[in-house]
């Protein structure tokens, strides 16, 4: 039995496709910040919008456009050979959309697997059946980890709270516009256009403000499978010209400049990556009240949070910050402020190595 603290040394993050989403951005994040260090780190992923900030960082990449999805099991052989050949210490998957991966992982080797959460599974037995092979859980908010005790029967010693974080630093260099700065006020959201995230809220909320004379353009920056479904309701509410669809960016980042007030309307607890970038671009956040937005939104101080699913509070809440610019500006910057104090990358990329220190610790006493 090893009695010595095991040195991480390996690391191999794995993730699904890197499109624009915020499970996309914290593997940037994370694995950004662990490379300027002592850990040797290598992303498998496969391949999307995402990828070329991976590479600019200068983090080690491999595309595996078979590793998320049904199609994994067509090229798990060349998987496991290049697992073998970068030989890390423990492997990081970032988020459950690459669950096979990781149960391949757990039948052929002996390496110790983490998984990042960033919300509830859609199949509590699926997750409690994969975590019997996890070494850890890492749940990005308390809200998330309670779950996961209470729903799926997770061990709750398997899971530490690690929050998302940003690059406060990076975002401080940016000389970002001020609020309002054009000609009408701009609210935007960002994310995946998926079922249950709540873009055909945000359009009916943008449909009351608009015919109530309010004077605003309004932006749905993502891609998704519900696109068309949101599309055809902006046309039916004839909003074609106080709507706009963003489909091709990177990163949230290529959108927030432009953006004055962020709404998060959806239905289920989501990463609030969104929300982050959004507060530490000094940008007030609308939100309806799930779990993750209630951590990281102090409402009426950093924005302002909803009971989920009231449309009409939605719309009210975007209205008090359109009416009100100087109530805006300063809600975005404590907004920045708090991300700065309590979500910083540099901090949650250090206490995600000390989970992996331990994990290693604690298979070193197993072997």
Excluded: W
Aim: overall charge neutral; proline content about 4%; charged content about 25%.
């Amino acid at each position: 039995m090893s009695t010595e603290p095991v040195h991480v040394r390996k690391v191999l993050l794995l993730a699904p496709r890197m499109a624009a989403r915020g499970t996309s951005e914290y593997t940037v994040q994370l694995a950004s910040q662990l490379v300027g260090g002592e850990v040797e780190v290598r992303v498998f992923c496969v391949r999307g919008p995402c990828l070329a900030a991976l590479e600019r960082a200068g983090v080690p990449t491999q595309v595996f456009e078979t590793l998320e999805g049904l199609r994994f099991r067509l090229g798990h052989g060349e998987f496991l050979e290049a697992v073998e050949r970068f030989a890390p210490q423990i492997v990081h998957a970032q988020s459950y959309r690459a669950a096979d991966a990781l149960k391949l992982l757990s039948k052929e080797t002996k390496l110790p697997l983490v998984l990042t959460l960033h919300g509830m599974p859609e199949s509590p037995r699926a997750l409690r059946k994969l975590s019997r092979h996890l070494a850890g859980i890492v749940a990005t908010t308390q809200s998330v980890r309670e779950g996961l005790v209470n729903q799926c029967k997770v061990d709750r010693r398997k899971i530490e709270v690690v929050h998302n974080g940003i690059d406060v630093n990076a975002l401080q260099e940016h000389q970002l516009p001020p609020i309002f700065q054009g000609d009408s006020p701009v609210v935007g959201s960002l994310g995946p256009v998926e079922e249950l995230r709540g873009h055909e809220l945000f359009v009916q909320a943008a449909s009351v403000l608009i015919r109530s004379k309010t004077d605003a353009q309004f932006v749905i920056a993502g891609q998704g499978q519900e696109l068309p479904r949101v599309r055809k309701l902006i046309g039916d509410l004839g909003l074609e010209r106080c709507v706009t669809l963003v489909t091709e960016f990177a990163s949230y980042d290529d959108v927030l400049g432009a953006i004055d007030i962020v709404v998060q309307s959806s239905q289920v607890d989501v990463s609030g990556f969104s929300i982050l970038e959004a507060m530490g671009h000094g940008r007030p956040v609308v939100a309806f009240n799930t779990g993750t937005a209630c951590e990281i939104v102090e409402d009426s101080r950093t924005g302002l949070l909803v009971p989920k699913g009231d449309v009409q509070g939605l719309a009210e809440a975007i209205r008090r910050l359109i009416s009100d610019r100087e109530m805006a500006r300063r809600m975005g910057q404590e907004a920045r402020q708090a991300v700065a104090e309590h979500f910083n990358i540099r901090l949650n990329a250090r206490r995600t190595l000390q989970c992996y220190g331990e994990v290693l610790d604690q298979h070193a006493s197993s072997v």
